[in-house]
């Protein structure tokens, strides 16, 4: 803070709750100790420690926060609201030093305390408020924006138990509660203050207002409260901070008066469960889930407090919803958030009292959608009933986009019923859904895709009507992920050796990577290449035998890498059918010639999907053999880390040497796990699918291992009827594998517990494994011929990292800006608050 001087002239003087001197930093940390926890350092736990460095970092940002916000008050801005179930976002702590700039004075302030900041940031709980990739898309999103001094509000759900903490027992998972707020959540203030009510069941009555217009009301039979918990979201290196804004849901203030008056005590406890339950638990699938009206009051619950909330910021400054759209730009991340459109339409008509065509009009404005899948079975619906019970204006309010929709359509394709069943908001082919996918194209100006194939195949399948409709709505938006925390937090060696051939200003423009391109011809570069990886594998395997007792090389093994939800399109199962192909030759020949590899895997599967479940037991079964045959002598290590999540996963990134991006061509929207990859320097083996190829083109065709059937081939072998076992009994060494798992030799005394996984091969294979699969062993001893020439992977490794620029969330969040959201940047400056008087 400045102080004014009785000479009229100024000193700066450290304060300390925003402050970035040493002695200042341990000040407060002390502070913090005694007068947050209530702790001497005598008796703190590692975690009182961790807990009053958050509170000390926090305060640094709440400076940055609150200048954002009064920055946003007094201007005129377009706030760009990112509408998501989910957001991923990582462990606080280590990012925001990184954000703030002061992690080396906070690791020397703390040492000087006598403590281990690494030891501080392992004690965070991640808040695992996400499933996968479309979660931490939203977190990368965020972080971006705020780099980018983009005004932006995160809205979401405050799940009480996020993602569940997998154990694997006896090879097989098991889920854990994640209890991640039980000591605690110092990154988060709840605003009471600006709770929202939100009504659910319930029926509708029409009535004639004052001027004797025709109006509609909802009169829900239940009300939920929902309160706010705002966490900071600060950009890298500027003075934005954005909120992330996540909705508690709990009973209203009156629940229990009336109740306990007429001695009701369980009524009005059960009431109050039955609101608090909304917000209570993640659903733990990466695909919609069918059916469960706990899924649909969520999705509601926290769209129409959003909603309701932009509404009041709106009405703050200025006296009319008019120029709404022209303030906001609300983005669907995915469809789980498009009951917003008939949401945001109920509220401009029946509570503020605008008429159809204009709140049509800011609807489809304000709105646009983000798709992020291709599988069919994932479009999400809901059954007419549970929809109608929960929302009944909102189902009113979907008749009618229906009505006026399909009365433009009946204009636009006369004579066409076909048509007409096509586009309806409305599935009446059998029990009668709400699409939730064409409410959402339709209520939005813009749509797009997350890769440049996924947007094509959207265009030419999933939404290929909608794209002949409106093919101006229709864009590509590559998704990219936030090189902050995934190369600068996850791989300071890395971070440090790039800075120190090209400084460090990549950090907030990625394309400058390419000017480390001409020092891949660098020997000595290469050798400091070297080194720093072998560093950052070295810490993996530490932490592989802490965690799973298991030795792994770090010198001369190919790290080989998937990580990723275990899905079969995402076929884990396909990197099992090579590593036994690997096993089966040493076997035959124990002196054989052999690169050396580390199969390590990590992914949860969703609790009730049973395939996904016995792969995981499959890779771990597959681990006790390998692992333990003294035929291998530790030439193949196969490793499955338990509890894959953000915090994990920044371990494994920066120590891969080559990423499994293995899906069946079509099936994978983007993937974004493929860029951190690249980014931290592993070469790709993978499909042509979702981003893959474009990092191909970016980091060019010789520098990538490319395999599989292409997406039209996919296409064509199924419209022919594809039969894998045709590919079964053509190769002998695919059957001897296939068979040797139907045999029971992975899983001696069951021959049948992977019975389901082979049968499912043989007799549907729907991902076309064993289709790709000699494609897939073929280029795998491509990698390993690679492997050999270290020198020149080494080269190949540099030009990965040099050439993934494009692959940033900075530059997926301008492409949004400009042509989706026309937002712009907003700096904000850091005003003095305290104005000492001389
Ligand atoms: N995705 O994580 C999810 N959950 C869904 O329900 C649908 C899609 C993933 O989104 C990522 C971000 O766009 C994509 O990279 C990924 O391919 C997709 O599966």
Same mark, same amino acid.
């Given at each position: 803070?400045?102080?004014?001087?009785?000479?009229?002239?100024?000193?700066?003087?450290e304060?300390?709750?925003?402050?970035?001197?040493?002695?200042?930093?341990?000040?407060?940390?002390?502070?913090?100790?005694?007068?947050?926890?209530?702790?001497?350092?005598?008796?703190?736990?590692?975690?009182d420690?961790?807990?009053?460095?958050?509170?000390?970092?926090?305060?640094?940002?709440?400076?940055?926060?609150?200048?954002?916000?009064?920055?946003?008050?007094?201007?005129?801005?377009?706030?760009?609201?990112?509408?998501?179930?989910?957001?991923?976002?990582?462990?606080?702590?280590?990012?925001?030093?990184?954000?703030?700039?002061?992690?080396?004075?906070?690791?020397?302030?703390?040492?000087?305390?006598?403590?281990?900041?690494?030891?501080?940031?392992?004690?965070?709980?991640?808040?695992?408020?996400?499933?996968?990739? /479309?979660?931490?898309?939203?977190? =990368?999103?965020?972080?971006s924006?705020?780099?980018?001094?983009?005004?932006?509000?995160?809205?979401?759900?405050?799940?009480?138990? @996020?993602?569940?903490?997998?154990?694997? =027992?006896? @090879?097989?998972?098991v889920?854990?509660?994640?209890?991640?707020?039980?000591?605690?959540?110092?990154?988060e203030?709840?605003?009471?203050?600006?709770s %929202?009510?939100?009504?659910?069941?319930?029926?509708?009555?029409?009535? *004639?207002?004052?001027?004797?217009? *025709?109006?509609?009301?909802?009169?829900?039979?239940?009300?939920?409260? @929902?309160?706010?918990?705002?966490?900071?979201?600060?950009?890298?290196?500027?003075?934005? &901070?954005?909120?992330?804004? /996540?909705?508690? &849901?709990?009973?209203?203030?009156?629940?229990?008066?009336?109740?306990?008056? #007429?001695?009701?005590?369980?009524?009005?406890?059960?009431q109050?469960?039955?609101?608090?339950?909304?917000?209570? #638990?993640?659903?733990?699938?990466?695909?919609?889930?069918? !059916?469960?009206?706990?899924?649909?009051?969520?999705?509601?619950?926290?769209?129409? =407090?959003?909603?309701?909330?932009?509404?009041?910021?709106?009405?703050?400054?200025?006296?009319?919803?008019?120029?709404?759209?022209?303030?906001?730009?609300?983005?669907?991340?995915?469809?789980?958030p498009?009951?917003? #459109?008939?949401?945001?339409?109920?509220?401009?008509?029946? %509570?503020?009292d605008?008429?159809?065509?204009?709140?049509?009009?800011?609807?489809?404005?304000?709105?646009?959608?983000?798709?992020?899948?291709?599988?069919?079975e994932?479009?999400?619906?809901? $059954?007419?009933?549970?929809?109608?019970?929960?929302?009944?204006?909102?189902?009113?309010?979907?008749?009618?986009?229906?009505?006026?929709?399909?009365?433009?359509?009946?204009?636009?394709?006369? +004579?066409?019923?076909?048509?007409?069943?096509?586009?309806?908001?409305? +599935?009446?082919?059998?029990?009668?859904?709400?699409?939730?996918?064409?409410?959402?194209?339709?209520? $939005?100006?813009a749509?797009?895709?997350?890769?440049?194939?996924?947007?094509?195949?959207?265009?030419?399948?999933?939404?290929? !009507?909608?794209?002949?409709?409106?093919?101006?709505?229709?864009?590509?938006?590559?998704?990219?992920?936030t090189?902050?925390?995934?190369?600068?937090? $996850?791989?300071?060696?890395?971070?440090?050796?790039?800075?120190?051939?090209? !400084?460090?200003?990549?950090?907030?423009?990625?394309?400058?990577?390419?000017?480390?391109?001409?020092?891949?011809?660098?020997?000595?570069?290469?050798? &400091?290449?070297?080194?720093?990886?072998?560093?950052?594998?070295?810490?993996?395997?530490?932490?592989?035998?802490?965690?799973?007792?298991?030795?792994?090389?770090?010198?001369?093994?190919l790290?080989?890498?998937?990580?990723?939800?275990?899905?079969?399109?995402?076929?884990?199962?396909?990197?099992?059918?090579?590593?036994?192909?690997?096993?089966?030759?040493?076997?035959?020949?124990?002196?054989?010639?052999?690169?050396?590899?580390?199969?390590?895997?990590?992914?949860?599967?969703?609790?009730?999907?049973?395939?996904?479940? /016995?792969?995981?037991?499959?890779?771990?079964?597959?681990?006790?053999?390998?692992?333990?045959?003294?035929? #291998?002598? @530790?030439?193949?290590?196969?490793?499955?880390?338990?509890?894959?999540?953000?915090?994990?996963?920044?371990?494994?990134?920066?120590? $891969?040497?080559?990423?499994?991006?293995?899906s069946?061509?079509?099936k994978?929207?983007?993937?974004?796990?493929?860029?951190?990859?690249?980014?931290?320097?592993?070469l790709?083996?993978?499909?042509?699918?979702?981003?893959?190829?474009?990092?191909?083109?970016?980091?060019?065709?010789?520098?990538?291992?490319?395999?599989?059937?292409?997406?039209?081939?996919?296409?064509q072998?199924?419209?022919?009827?594809?039969?894998?076992?045709?590919?079964?009994?053509?190769?002998?060494?695919?059957?001897?594998?296939? +068979?040797?798992?139907?045999?029971?030799?992975?899983?001696?005394?069951?021959?049948?517990?992977?019975?389901?996984?082979?049968?499912?091969?043989?007799?549907?294979?729907? *991902?076309?494994?064993?289709?790709?699969y000699?494609?897939?062993?073929?280029?795998?001893?491509?990698?390993?011929?690679?492997?050999?020439?270290?020198?020149?992977?080494?080269?190949?490794?540099?030009?990965?990292? &040099?050439?993934?620029?494009?692959?940033?969330?900075?530059?997926?969040?301008?492409?949004? =800006?400009?042509?989706?959201?026309?937002?712009?940047?907003?700096?904000?400056?850091?005003?003095?608050?305290?104005?000492?008087?001389?």
């Amino acid at each position: 803070m400045i102080q004014n001087l009785p000479n009229g002239n100024q000193i700066h003087i450290e304060d300390d709750r925003t402050g970035f001197d040493i002695e200042t930093l341990k000040r407060a940390f002390s502070d913090n100790l005694f007068y947050i926890q209530g702790k001497f350092p005598e008796i703190a736990t590692k975690n009182d420690f961790y807990m009053a460095l958050a509170y000390t970092v926090r305060d640094r940002l709440l400076r940055r926060w609150l200048n954002s916000q009064q920055t946003y008050l007094k201007q005129d801005v377009k706030i760009v609201c990112y509408l998501s179930a989910e957001f991923l976002v990582g462990p606080h702590l280590g990012k925001n030093l990184i954000n703030l700039g002061i992690a080396d004075q906070v690791r020397q302030a703390v040492g000087e305390c006598g403590l281990n900041l690494d030891d501080l940031i392992e004690q965070e709980e991640e808040p695992g408020l996400g499933n996968g990739g /479309l979660g931490r898309l939203a977190a =990368c999103y965020m972080e971006s924006l705020a780099t980018q001094d983009i005004p932006a509000i995160g809205y979401g759900i405050r799940y009480e138990f @996020g993602i569940f903490d997998q154990e694997i =027992c006896d @090879g097989w998972q098991v889920e854990i509660t994640d209890k991640w707020l039980r000591y605690g959540n110092p990154w988060e203030i709840p605003r009471t203050e600006a709770s %929202v009510e939100v009504g659910l069941g319930g029926y509708t009555e029409s009535y *004639y207002d004052e001027q004797n217009r *025709y109006r509609v009301r909802w009169l829900p039979d239940r009300t939920i409260k @929902g309160v706010p918990y705002d966490t900071p979201i600060l950009g890298y290196k500027t003075n934005t &901070a954005n909120t992330l804004r /996540l909705w508690k &849901a709990e009973a209203p203030e009156s629940f229990n008066f009336q109740a306990f008056n #007429v001695g009701d005590y369980y009524g009005a406890v059960n009431q109050k469960t039955y609101s608090e339950n909304i917000t209570k #638990v993640l659903y733990p699938n990466d695909e919609p889930i069918q !059916g469960k009206q706990l899924r649909l009051e969520q999705q509601f619950f926290f769209v129409s =407090c959003s909603l309701q909330d932009m509404i009041r910021i709106h009405l703050s400054k200025e006296n009319s919803l008019d120029n709404f759209a022209d303030k906001f730009a609300a983005q669907l991340n995915d469809t789980h958030p498009s009951v917003g #459109v008939a949401e945001l339409m109920r509220l401009l008509m029946d %509570v503020h009292d605008l008429e159809w065509e204009q709140a049509w009009e800011i609807t489809q404005k304000t709105f646009a959608y983000t798709n992020h899948t291709l599988l069919p079975e994932a479009l999400e619906k809901w $059954s007419l009933s549970l929809f109608g019970s929960l929302l009944p204006r909102h189902l009113e309010i979907i008749y009618e986009i229906n009505h006026r929709f399909l009365n433009g359509i009946r204009t636009l394709y006369p +004579d066409n019923p076909g048509k007409l069943s096509y586009f309806s908001l409305i +599935d009446d082919s059998g029990e009668k859904y709400v699409r939730m996918a064409h409410l959402a194209c339709v209520g $939005s100006h813009a749509i797009n895709g997350v890769a440049e194939l996924h947007t094509e195949l959207l265009k030419k399948d999933v939404l290929r !009507g909608f794209y002949e409709l409106w093919p101006q709505k229709f864009s590509n938006k590559t998704n990219g992920v936030t090189p902050r925390r995934w190369m600068v937090l $996850s791989n300071p060696e890395l971070t440090q050796l790039i800075t120190s051939k090209i !400084g460090d200003t990549w950090i907030k423009n990625l394309d400058e990577l390419r000017s480390l391109e001409p020092f891949a011809d660098d020997p000595a570069f290469r050798e &400091a290449w070297r080194q720093m990886k072998k560093q950052v594998k070295g810490r993996l395997a530490h932490r592989i035998q802490q965690r799973c007792g298991i030795t792994v090389d770090p010198n001369y093994s190919l790290f080989d890498v998937q990580v990723k939800r275990i899905h079969e399109y995402k076929r884990q199962h396909l990197n099992v059918l090579h590593i036994i192909t690997l096993y089966n030759r040493i076997k035959k020949n124990p002196n054989i010639d052999i690169v050396p590899r580390t199969f390590i895997f990590g992914g949860k599967a969703a609790p009730s999907y049973f395939m996904a479940k /016995l792969i995981i037991k499959l890779i771990n079964s597959v681990a006790e053999v390998v692992n333990n045959d003294p035929d #291998v002598r @530790g030439r193949l290590k196969v490793v499955f880390i338990p509890d894959y999540n953000v915090t994990n996963s920044q371990l494994v990134y920066p120590a $891969s040497d080559l990423s499994e991006q293995i899906s069946t061509a079509g099936k994978e929207a983007s993937g974004t796990g493929n860029m951190k990859f690249s980014l931290n320097g592993a070469l790709t083996i993978g499909t042509l699918d979702g981003a893959n190829v474009e990092i191909r083109q970016q980091v060019g065709e010789e520098n990538f291992f490319l395999f599989g059937l292409k997406t039209d081939e996919v296409y064509q072998m199924k419209s022919q009827g594809y039969n894998p076992w045709e590919f079964y009994s053509s190769n002998g060494v695919l059957r001897e594998v296939l +068979d040797q798992i139907s045999s029971g030799y992975f899983s001696p005394g069951d021959s049948n517990l992977f019975k389901p996984l082979v049968d499912s091969l043989l007799y549907h294979d729907e *991902y076309l494994l064993l289709a790709d699969y000699q494609s897939y062993i073929d280029c795998q001893d491509r990698v390993s011929e690679a492997y050999r020439d270290w020198d020149n992977w080494t080269r190949i490794s540099i030009l990965n990292t &040099a050439r993934m620029g494009k692959f940033s969330s900075d530059r997926a969040i301008r492409e949004y =800006c400009q042509d989706i959201w026309n937002a712009s940047s907003v700096p904000v400056e850091l005003e003095e608050y305290v104005q000492a008087k001389a």
